[in-house]
């Protein structure tokens, strides 16, 4: 059974920094790109980052180019959204997804809220 | 961007009813074209893509079509369990992109 963990999230202040992790088991996880998704509350969708299996390619939303960086541990099966120079409009749950890069996303995490306020 | 537009954002059906949304890519994006299902505090799941490929586990009465910038998913007898919202996302192009959703609720 697939199963995605994110874990990570809190309340940080504008500014800082914040790193997510996505525990992935039940699939040959470095067979498969991931990607992050995040949903500010009461809201759609987004999809903010994607890396390829290899980890040798990453693709971003323009609203985080530059202060997310998606990076994948293959020998510990996780994924992992360092995020710098946080902003309010970043609030959202951040789910990880799994799918090949520019697919679809066949199964989601439950997520990890993070929460940018003073 | 490819920007995608979902219609209506709401729609009242009565269970055992017909329910037809619609999604709108700004550019074509061929057949590679996803719908989720969203319940209140889950995550999003998987119902179709390529257009009209249902995913593992998804019932008949999920069916959707489309190819190009015009794309329709169909619900054909409500269920109690599909009230929810409904997301169309595009896979054509960077960055993916994402409808508004359309939630569907009991007339």
């Known amino acids: 059974e697939v199963q995605l963990v994110e874990s990570g999230g809190g309340l940080v202040q504008p500014g800082g920094s914040l790193r997510l992790s996505c525990a992935a088991s039940?699939?040959?996880?470095?067979?498969?790109?991931m990607s992050w998704v995040r949903q500010a509350p009461g809201k759609g969708l987004e999809w903010v980052s994607a890396?390829?299996?290899?980890?040798?390619?990453?693709y971003y939303a323009d609203s985080v180019k530059g202060r997310f960086t998606i990076s994948r541990d293959n020998s510990k099966n996780t994924l992992y959204l360092q995020m710098n120079s946080l902003r309010a409009e970043d609030t959202a749950l951040y789910y990880c997804?799994?799918?090949?890069?520019?697919?679809?996303?066949?199964?989601w995490g439950q997520g990890t809220l993070v929460t940018v306020s003073s | 961007e490819i920007v995608m537009t979902q219609s209506p954002a709401t729609l009242s059906v009565s269970p055992g009813e017909r329910a037809t949304l619609s999604c709108r890519a700004s550019?074509?994006?061929?057949?590679?074209l996803a719908w989720y299902q969203q319940k209140p505090g889950q995550a999003p799941r998987l119902l179709i893509y390529?257009?009209?490929t249902r995913a593992t586990g998804i019932p008949a009465r999920f069916s959707g079509s489309g190819s190009g910038t015009e794309f329709t998913l169909t619900i054909s007898s409500l269920q109690s369990e599909d009230f929810a919202v409904y997301y169309c996302?595009?896979?054509?192009?960077?960055?993916?992109?994402f409808g508004g959703g359309t939630k569907v609720e009991i007339k």
């Open positions: 997804a799994k799918g090949q890069p520019i697919s679809y996303f066949d199964y």
């Open positions: 039940g699939f040959t996880f470095s067979s498969y790109a």
């Open positions: 890396i390829t299996g290899s980890g040798g390619s990453t």
């Open positions: 550019q074509s994006v061929s057949s590679n």
């Open positions: 390529g257009a009209s």
């Open positions: 996302q595009q896979n054509n192009k960077w960055p993916l992109t």
